[in-house]
Nanobody, 122 residues
Framework: VQLQASGGGLVQAGGSLRLSCAAS????????MGWFRQAPGKEREFVAG????????YYADSVKGRFIISRDNAKNTVYLQMNSLQPDDTAVYYC????????????????WGQGTEVTVSS
């Protein structure tokens, strides 16, 4: 599976962005998909995850109520809608795919996208 993340950019605090992650491969629908982020000088952290059916979602406490993860298996794409963005959300955001799941640790994921940068100004 190859993953291509997009949609990052510069936004003011309180604004919104929607990230997309396009996947190649016929088995996209069988993967648990996750979004991670990594801020400068910090470790990569789990943001959100979604089961292959889309019925179950998981969020880090720091984004719960503000971010929404979704997927469209027909389009081989997973999304991260980010609302009420804050400067602390500034990071490079990565999408990832896991054969198992649901998982929230980076080492449990099998495939990674290249990352898309999100900058939130105050």
């Amino acid at each position: 599976v190859q993953l291509q993340a997009s949609g990052g950019g510069l936004v003011q605090a309180g604004g919104s962005l929607r990230l997309s992650c396009a996947a190649s491969g016929r088995t996209f629908s069988s993967y648990f998909m996750g979004w991670f982020r990594q801020a400068p000088g910090k470790e990569r952290e789990f943001v959100a995850g979604i089961t292959w059916t889309g019925y179950s979602t998981y969020y880090a406490d720091s984004v719960k109520g503000r971010f929404i993860i979704s997927r469209d298996n027909a389009k081989n794409t997973v999304y991260l809608q980010m609302n009420s963005l804050q400067p602390d959300d500034t990071a490079v955001y990565y999408c990832a795919a896991a054969v198992g799941g649901p998982v929230t640790t980076a080492r449990s994921y099998d495939y990674w996208g290249q990352g898309t940068e999100v900058t939130v100004s105050s």
